[in-house]
């Protein structure tokens, strides 16, 4: 039986179900989930991150990993990791960077936190030349925890389930996916409740999205930082304040989909929610700050190593403008993507005056 099969099935027993456990079940379902089946990246696939954008994003983030080591005091054992990896290839241009501070990869324990057996078989064969061999775990809570560590993650939090409510002309409703009249899947609405960070006078028929997983990370990532030290780095598309929206996507073969067709066949995101996840960070005793990936980039020298790329491969000039301009220009990935740095103590590469 498909995914939508017993979707409908069990909507049609239980009752229409949250957006967020709709959104779990098509992303991580172990018999037909997104991720835990067919998670397809890059020209062939149905998406591309930054990393397949250009090899300089990696690299500026294997810079920052290395001096981010240098201002926790170059610790002998450091962790270094990285939560959602994709195909292997951002932490393998880290660690191609990450070279050029040898002392730093002589400390370091490379781990990457995974849960699906395709992208952890993807990641074994992009890294097995890399001057690090690589651990998994699927949690955060697999982790050792008596070094402190450095950790990495593009493109996650918008894979984290989100709730929607819709204020309605009387009260609040929350979105739900039901069935319609024919049986077949479809968006309706329920009595709810106004979201506690909501504002009360919000405009009829606005939809405020609630993500309690990526808040929940916020915390764990901020409780593991400020008891083991170090610092985090997360990169997505997002909000970097509070604000109403429904940003509920599908994405099959780089179009956009409606969210219910094909379940589990489509990677199926929400913005990020950085004001939540960084409050869930600081609950837990770290600091925060955040930019917008283009400023960051920007601040770690990408513009120069640009132009020290083009230098070497003049025929490559023209391209390596236009992977840039896609990374930081505000009309390209420069804006819309965020970055949120969680640390205890040195203040991270790139936030010096932000914190």
């Known amino acids: 039986m498909s995914l939508e099969d017993r979707l ?11 957006v967020s456990a709709f959104m779990a079940r098509c992303l991580f379902d ?17 998406f591309i991150t930054a990393p397949l954008v250009s090899q300089m994003f990696g ?28 195909d292997g290839t951002l932490i393998s241009d880290v660690l191609r960077a990450a070279r050029l501070v040898p002392e730093f990869l002589a400390a370091a324990e490379l781990w990457l936190v995974e849960l699906s057996e395709p992208l952890r078989a993807a990641q074994a064969a992009r890294l097995a030349d890399a001057p690090l061999a690589p651990r998994w775990a699927g949690a955060l809570d697999e982790l050792p925890a008596d070094a402190p560590l450095i950790l990495l993650s593009n493109e996650l939090l918008d894979c984290l389930p989100a709730d929607q409510f819709v204020r309605a002309e009387r009260g609040w409703a929350e979105r739900r996916v039901g069935l319609s009249p024919d049986g077949e899947l479809a968006f309706g609405l329920t009595p709810g409740h106004r979201p506690a960070n909501a504002p009360e006078d919000l405009a009829p028929g606005l ?22 030290g170090g610092a985090a780095l997360f990169i997505d598309y997002g909000r970097d304040r509070p604000e109403p929206g429904d940003t509920l996507q599908a994405l099959k073969a780089h179009a956009k989909i409606s969210p219910l067709e094909t379940p589990g066949e489509a990677d199926l995101t929400v913005w990020a929610d950085f004001p939540a ?13 955040i930019l917008t990936q283009g400023a960051l980039l920007r601040r770690l020298g990408i513009e120069h190593r ?7 491969r003049p025929d490559r000039a023209e391209t390596l403008a236009r992977q840039l301009a896609r990374l930081v220009d505000p009309a390209e990935m420069g804006t819309l993507f965020k970055a949120c740095a969680v640390h205890a103590g040195a203040v991270p590469p790139g936030f010096e005056e932000t914190s």
């Open 306 to 312: 640009a132009e020290a790329l083009a230098r070497a």
């Open 8 to 18: 409908k099935a069990e909507i049609a027993q239980t009752g229409p179900m949250p």
């Open 30 to 46: 172990p018999d037909g989930g997104y991720y835990a089946t067919r998670p397809r990246l890059g020209p062939e696939g149905d």
């Open 59 to 86: 690299e500026m983030l294997g810079l920052w990993a290395a001096e981010a080591w240098i201002r926790l005091g170059r610790p002998a054992r450091v962790l270094l990791v990285e939560m959602g990896p994709g």
């Open 277 to 289: 996840f960084a409050a869930g960070a600081r609950s837990a005793g770290a600091q925060t700050a």
């Open 207 to 228: 939809v405020w999205e609630v993500s309690p997983a990526q808040a929940a990370l916020g915390a764990e990532v901020g409780a593991r930082v400020a008891a083991q």
